[in-house]
């Protein structure tokens, strides 16, 4: 994933070494997620198939002998509901303005919508080079395409646009040199073994939050928040305590499910996850908590890391 050799010669050429922060942006479900764990070949940010679950930024840095690209991943612009709604928007505003490459990520088997003209009218007046990103381009015949490419080209003055797709890895490469090429002549900004800057507590109670997704009705994900409590280290062993946030009583049955049956399975799933990124073994242990109308509370949103 990491290899971009033909690349990398060509942009020696020059001589100059290039580092800084891109993020990409999307309505939800763009598929801005899994392009950067494409991009940093390695399980960063959190994919799902239900929109906004992305919460906290993550970062992911690709390393290249000529350059350092560093992505910041940041929740979908949505209209606030909530204190956390408005947070969050606060939190995009914030990357959108420290970066210097933003990719905003059109999917190509869906149409250009409200939501990609009122995110691409929000990003005018920043000093970041923008490009447009068709994600998602297996899904779509030449055609389809095409169409896709002209609507896009017709919401803003893009830089470039460039089509991928994530998930056959076409163009992927591609995609970051384009970023690359706008990245300002820099000392490099991360050691070389540096991945994300991520806490590992925040990944792994991001994969808690994403296995206890899976499966359930549309109104659970924005209820559910996860805190790591405490990791111990026993030998070649790790045990993890974590408390699963929901807001209602009726919620937390759900979760569990039938005499526990669901969460023994969300807790499965995620061990799996966790052990892969931390290459140990590891002992799970979940807690369902109900913290009434955490959304709303300005100290439970501090306890939970917002
Ligand atoms: N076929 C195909 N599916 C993709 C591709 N990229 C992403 N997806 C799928 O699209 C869905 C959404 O992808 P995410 O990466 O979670 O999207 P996101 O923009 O980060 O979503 P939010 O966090 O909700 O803003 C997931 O089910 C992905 O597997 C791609 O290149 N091809």
Redesign the pocket.
């Known amino acids: 994933m990491r290899k971009h050799k033909a690349v990398t010669l060509e942009r020696r050429d020059d001589g100059i070494y290039r580092a800084g922060f891109a993020c990409?942006v999307?309505?939800?479900?763009?598929?801005?997620?899994?392009?950067?764990?494409?991009i940093v070949g390695q399980k960063i940010?959190?994919?799902?198939?239900?929109?906004?679950?992305?919460r906290h930024v993550i970062r992911g840095i690709l390393h290249r002998p000529d350059a350092q690209l560093v992505l910041v991943?940041t929740?979908?612009l949505h209209r606030p509901r909530t204190l956390l709604g408005e947070r969050l928007n606060d939190l995009v505003r914030e990357v959108w303005s420290e970066v210097d490459v933003i990719g905003v990520?059109f999917?190509a088997?869906e149409p250009v919508g409200r939501g990609d003209r009122f995110i691409s009218s929000e990003i005018g007046a920043l000093k970041a080079k923008v490009i447009a990103v068709v994600?998602?381009?297996?899904?779509v015949d030449q055609q389809t395409l095409a169409q896709r490419l002209l609507a896009v080209s017709e919401l803003y003055d893009f830089a470039e646009i460039v089509p991928?797709?994530?998930?056959?890895g076409?163009q992927v490469e591609a995609l970051t040199d384009v970023m690359v090429r706008y990245m300002p002549e820099s000392p490099q900004l991360y050691p070389d073994d540096v991945l994300t800057d991520e806490p590992e507590q925040v990944l792994i109670a991001e994969l808690i939050r994403e296995s206890a997704l899976e499966g359930v009705r549309d109104e659970l994900p924005h209820s559910i928040a996860v805190l790591v409590e405490e990791m111990l280290v026993e030998g070649n062993l790790t045990r993890i305590f974590a408390d699963l946030y929901v807001e209602r009583d009726s919620q937390k049955s759900i979760v569990i499910g039938t005499r526990g049956a669901r969460l023994k399975e969300v807790g499965s799933r995620a061990r799996v996850e966790i052990e892969q990124l931390l290459g140990r073994k590891v002992y799970l242990d979940l807690h369902v908590r109900v913290a009434k109308e955490w959304q709303r509370d300005p100290r439970q949103l501090r306890k939970l890391g917002f």
């Open positions: 990409f999307g309505r939800p479900n763009a598929g801005k997620s899994t392009l950067t764990n494409a940010a959190i994919t799902s198939s239900k929109p906004q679950t992305t991943d929740p979908g990520c999917p088997d994600t998602k381009v297996d899904l991928v797709s994530a998930v056959s076409h």
